[in-house]
């Protein structure tokens, strides 16, 4: 069953987050609000940290990286959502659908290795100030980042690989707002026994391997910290983690509850409520977070302001 061609479904629809013709105007404005402030936020934080010298650190060189992959994970998904808030007829070619999954796939995994990477290079930065220039150098900044877009990228090989080669022969109506890896394999005629295990398995690794990263880094940061001895040290070194430990919360807390469930947990309509949060929202959020949260990024906005107004 499963060497079936899976062609014989030629597009998809997709339901979208309501049905209800009076909602579809108030819902193109939320999303496109949001999109807007999700766009000028990144791109604004990458040309404060490009444009001021004092940030050209290995913190803000992952912070600007951070932002580039918001950018186009909040890309891979808002305007096609927004199209479909406009359109009688919601459809999505197969390649199309397969393409979105597996962009999207490379880009929140990417930012969970990301995450992981950000807490390393904060604990370098309390734990081992002094060293901390020698360590994080601009080639380990590069090779940090490459190997995080290099999982995202495998991870999104391997999920699609095994999707693509099932069958699609009864509905195509995909209960979601876009190609989520759960309303798809829902749809299969054939069993995703196997799909499934390999989502878990690999939602399970990278979640497992990179939030142990994290708390790992955030212990001896913690024991770091208490170490300091003037409250105003102990305060900035809190503050330049307090919005990493922000973003890590939203985003490990949607996923996780996404992704580490059996199917037969999975509530598609609770799930695309979730989706909008992670999908939308976060990549929105961050850029405020790590700018209304860190002292260094509001000084440079100041001073970027200041530069253009002149």
């Known amino acids: 069953m499963a060497e079936q061609n899976h062609t014989s479904v030629a597009e998809f629809i997709l339901e979208g987050l309501s049905d209800q013709a009076e909602m579809k105007a108030p819902l193109f404005a939320l999303f ?22 004092r940030l050209h650190t290995s913190m803000y060189f992952f912070l600007g990286s951070l932002s580039v992959v918001d950018i186009c994970f909040s890309s891979v998904i808002a305007p096609r959502t927004l199209v479909s808030f406009l359109s009688e007829r919601k459809t999505i070619s197969f390649v199309g659908c397969m393409g979105q999954a597996a962009f999207y796939i490379v880009f929140v995994t990417t930012e969970c290795f990301l995450l992981a990477v950000m807490a390393y290079d904060r604990y370098v930065a309390i734990c081992n100030p002094l060293l901390y220039s020698s360590v994080m150098t601009r080639r380990l900044c590069m090779w940090l980042l490459v190997g995080s877009y290099t999982g995202g990228v495998l991870t ?13 022969c009864g509905s195509n109506v995909i209960n979601h707002f876009f190609c989520d890896v759960p309303p798809l394999l829902a749809l299969s005629c054939a069993s995703t026994y196997i799909n499934e295990m390999i989502l878990f398995s690999l939602a399970g690794v990278i979640e497992l391997s990179t939030i142990s990263t994290i708390l790992v880094s955030y212990t001896f940061i913690s024991f770091a910290i208490l170490r300091i001895r003037s409250a105003e040290g102990r305060q900035k070194a809190f503050s330049t983690c307090a919005s990493h430990l922000t973003a890590v919360t939203m985003l490990y807390g949607t996923t996780i509850f996404m992704y580490l469930r059996p199917s037969s947990s999975y509530s598609l309509n609770t799930d695309k409520v979730v989706s909008v949060f992670y999908t939308v929202v976060i990549p929105m959020l961050n850029p ?23």
């Not at 766009?39 to 010298?53: A, C, E, K, Q, T």
């Not at 999920?159 to 069958?167: A, H, K, Y």
């Open 156 to 168: 999104s090989i391997i999920q699609m690989t095994f999707i693509i080669r099932l069958p699609f």
């Open 32 to 53: 496109l609000l949001i999109y807007t402030v999700t766009l000028l936020g990144n791109v604004g934080i990458i040309v404060v940290i490009r444009g001021d010298p």
């Open 288 to 310: 405020l977070i790590y700018s209304l949260r860190n002292q260094e990024v509001k000084d440079a906005l100041r001073r970027t302001a200041g530069r253009i107004t002149v």
